[in-house]
């Protein structure tokens, strides 16, 4: 069995993990899944991990008395975004951590502005294309009636 190390990063590192401004290496331990493509299935492993993560947040937290926030949204979520806040942030930063989750609730509702305003957009577009078609074959249908 192929052990990973850092020598033998055999699935890369973790992609986005910062310490700091500065990347910061973590390696992956298992082989990265496809994505999935069924929104009910991205939706539901979405709530299963994150409350995973969540649960992790707070034994950490607990058990080492790290200052600590994390936060995630869902593409096709319907409600709020999920979060995470360290008893020690929330009782030496409270103000700070405030600010944090009120920001990232600012940037979630953006993406999601954006995402739906691309996908009116996309929506109109399909709609267009289709009237043009029909347009294009009535036309096509004229000009074989009038040759006969």
């Known amino acids: ?26 390696l992956r331990m298992k082989e990265l899944r496809p994505a999935i493509t069924d929104q009910a299935d991205a939706s539901a492993r979405f709530l299963r991990c994150a409350s995973d993560i969540i649960e992790r947040c707070e034994r ?8 600590l926030h994390f936060s995630a949204q869902h593409l096709f979520a319907h409600g709020g975004f999920l979060h995470y806040t360290s008893p020690r942030l929330l009782r030496e930063a409270k103000k700070d951590a405030e600010q944090i989750i009120n920001h990232a609730n600012r940037v979630y509702a953006t993406l999601i502005a954006a995402r739906n305003e691309e996908s009116k957009e996309m929506h109109k577009q399909l709609l267009l294309a289709e009237g043009d078609k029909q347009v294009a074959q009535e036309a096509e249908r004229n000009a074989l009636l009038q040759a006969e």
């Open 1 to 26: 069995r192929t052990r990973v190390t850092k020598k033998n990063a055999l699935y890369g590192n973790v992609d986005g993990a910062m310490r700091g401004s500065k990347p910061f290496d973590i």
């Open 60 to 67: 950490l937290s607990q058990e080492t008395g790290c200052w």
